[in-house]
């Protein structure tokens, strides 16, 4: 087992992170802010925004139903297997004699 112990950074109270900032540090400052921009859409996108949205939802919908369709005869074959092991007494739902 190797001995992967690394100091423990503290910042002391009053002394600025940004000062003494090491490239490979894992600490990641940002100092430059950026621009967020909101802009309308106009019908040619709201009409690929909104295909795009029921493509995602249509293929959401698809995995789901083929999720119910292959776990909803195992869940059968289970169920027919317990009750007839009820049936024959065996199982752990067996009467204590």
Do not use: N, Q
């Not at 992967?4 to 002391?12: C, L, S, T, V």
């Not at 400052?29 to 690929?48: C, Q, Y």
């Amino acid at each position: 087992m190797s001995d992967d112990r690394h100091d423990i950074e503290i910042i002391p109270p009053g002394v600025d992170p940004r000062d003494d900032y090491d490239a490979s540090g894992r600490i990641w400052i940002s100092t430059g802010g950026g621009e967020v921009k909101f802009v309308k859409l106009g019908p040619f996108g709201a009409l690929m925004l909104g295909l795009g949205m029921l493509c995602f939802l249509g293929l959401g919908f698809f995995f789901l139903t083929s999720l119910f369709f292959i776990l909803a005869p195992v869940m059968a074959v289970l169920g027919v297997g317990a009750y007839l092991a009820g049936l024959v007494g065996a199982g752990p739902f067996k009467r204590l004699r």
